[in-house]
């Protein structure tokens, strides 16, 4: 079980002072503990080492473990959209983890009308973050995937 997380609109809400916002932190170890998920960073943040670091110790931080993968990067050059690109780089890593029984997608971007994300894409409001209502979601997409919790 995995969620393909991004950051910024997600669990970052300012770009220039790029701190993690505790309560969508707390609202993401919320799915994570009742799902047993685990986390793979969609975000462009992915591409940057420094940043990686970054998000390792604020996961640390938030006592998250730290994200367990990331999805491949694509290039957007000739791409109908970046949300198309995003869903390509998230299909991608899931075709190359075939044991993978369910999994989500938080991101502030439009992704839900891009096939294959229907049923497993939660959508945040950029300047508000993973709240508890978008945790609810993800949890009860997870479980129609799993089952309920024994």
Excluded at 3 to 13: D, E, I, K, P, R
Aim: proline share 5%; aromatic share 6%.
């Amino acid at each position: 079980v995995f969620s393909a997380v991004n950051l910024f609109g997600v669990l970052v809400l300012n770009p220039i002072t790029r701190a993690f916002e505790t309560s969508s932190m707390v609202a993401l170890r919320r799915i994570l503990h009742a799902s047993g998920a685990s986390v793979v960073i969609s975000s462009t943040w992915r591409m940057f080492p420094k940043s990686m670091d970054e998000l390792a110790a604020a996961f640390e931080a938030h006592g998250l473990a730290v994200p367990r993968d990331a999805t491949p990067v694509f290039s957007t050059e000739g791409a109908e959209s970046s949300a198309h690109v995003r869903v390509a780089e998230i299909q991608a890593w899931i075709d190359a983890h075939p044991s993978v029984r369910a999994w989500i997608a938080i991101d502030d971007m439009e992704l839900g009308d891009v096939s294959p994300l229907a049923g497993h894409w939660v959508r945040t409001k950029r300047m508000k973050g993973l709240r508890e209502s978008e945790a609810d979601e993800a949890i009860a997409l997870l479980q129609a995937q799993t089952g309920p919790p024994a």
